[in-house]
């Protein structure tokens, strides 16, 4: 098994260093991953990045002329999720785009760099 790049320890300093105002990247380069990598973990660990801003309010985001294009594996996978978080499909899909958004894990999810 090989050993995790980011020990428990250095988790556990993560939320200060946030608020002495440190970046994700700073973080990252400082702990020898990549940002997006950094961004994944936490989130995984649920470690917020954020600076503490307040978070807005949620909104419905509605779609009536542009439709939302999701192949049949993806639903499939998204409603067996949904089925054993005891989540409607919807609600699921909301939270994931809420956390990307929140986490701005757009990059590391697409598995892209930037441009």
């Known amino acids: 098994m090989n050993k995790p790049r980011i020990t428990d320890e250095m988790y556990a300093t993560i939320p200060g260093l946030i608020a002495q105002r440190l970046t994700h990247f700073e973080i990252a380069a400082q702990f020898g991953v990549k940002p997006s990598s950094l961004t994944v973990l936490c989130s995984q660990r649920g470690i917020s990045l954020r600076k503490g801003g307040r978070r807005l309010p949620r909104t419905t985001l509605s779609l009536p002329d542009e439709p939302l294009p999701l192949g049949a594996d993806a639903l499939r996978s998204l409603r067996e999720a949904a089925r054993l ?14 956390k990307i958004a929140s986490d701005s894990l757009y990059m590391a999810v697409l598995d892209e760099q930037p441009a």
């Open 85 to 98: 978080m005891g989540r409607p499909v919807a609600r699921l899909a909301s939270d994931l785009l809420e």
